[in-house]
T-cell receptor
Framework: AQSVTQLGSHVSVSEGALVLLRCNYS??????LFWYVQYPNQGLQLLLK??????LVKGINGFEAEFKKSETSFHLTKPSAHMSDAAEYFC????????????FGKGTMLLVSP | DTEVTQTPKHLVMGMTNKKSLKCEQH?????MYWYKQKAKKPPELMFV???????INESVPSRFSPECPNSSLLNLHLHALQPEDSALYLCASSQDRGTAAFFGQGTRLTVV
């Protein structure tokens, strides 16, 4: 079985500050990992993914995440927050092999203040 | 083209109505999904259609019925829904099961 824990249902930052959204996973086999962003009343947009290779993954809109196997983590970061980053962020995991589907974390709402 | 198209964007239906949600992708993906999302919650998987095989989340009531006319289309037929079925319904597709999924913009469904 696999699961995802996102620490903090809400994270507040000031514009220009570092964004750090935390994600820890539990999986019996090395997983594939994803971050999605959702703006109000819209679908989910894939920000970035880790499948294999380099553990530091760069995504869209200046976001990046680092896969740390020893810490079972895949935290999302952005050096400087922009007002347009305010949205809900979901971390998700799936098994590398076999008949699998995405397991989502509960989500973290990012609030950006001027 | 990395787009999943859902229609309609909004739907209001009565509890005795029959309606359908439509989803289309032209990325050649072999897996398509329906998710239900309530406010402030992550998406919940309802159905997966992959390699002509349908997988069902057993907690989904029978008033929801998926149909896959071809590899690019996935419909969700709705019948005799309840007010608690009001939610955002999201369609997604992926190259294979277990790979990155691309989501449509969703259908906001309200049952009255």
């Amino acid at each position: 079985a696999q699961s995802v824990t996102q620490l903090g249902s809400h994270v507040s930052v000031s514009e220009g500050a570092l964004v750090l959204l935390r994600c820890n996973y539990s999986s019996s086999v090395p997983p594939y990992l994803f971050w999605y962003v959702q703006y109000p009343n819209q679908g989910l947009q894939l920000l970035l993914k880790y499948t294999t290779g380099a553990t530091l993954v760069k995504g869209i809109n200046g976001f990046e995440a680092e896969f740390k196997k020893s810490e079972t983590s895949f935290h999302l970061t952005k050096p400087s927050a922009h007002m347009s980053d305010a949205a809900e962020y979901f971390c998700a995991v799936t098994r590398r092999a076999g008949y699998s589907t995405l397991t989502f974390g509960k989500g973290t709402m990012l609030l950006v203040s001027p | 083209d990395t787009e999943v198209t859902q229609t309609p964007k909004h739907l209001v239906m009565g509890m005795t109505n029959k309606k359908s949600l439509k989803c289309e992708q032209h990325m050649g993906h072999r897996a398509m999904y329906w998710y239900k999302q309530k406010a402030k919650k992550p998406p919940e998987l309802m159905f997966v259609y992959s390699y002509e095989k349908l997988s069902i989340n057993e907690s989904v009531p029978s008033r929801f019925s998926p149909e896959c006319p071809n590899s690019s289309l996935l419909n969700l037929h709705l019948h005799a829904l309840q007010p608690e079925d009001s939610a955002l319904y999201l369609c997604a597709s992926s190259q294979d099961r277990g790979t990155a999924a691309f989501f449509g913009q969703g259908t906001r469904l309200t049952v009255v």
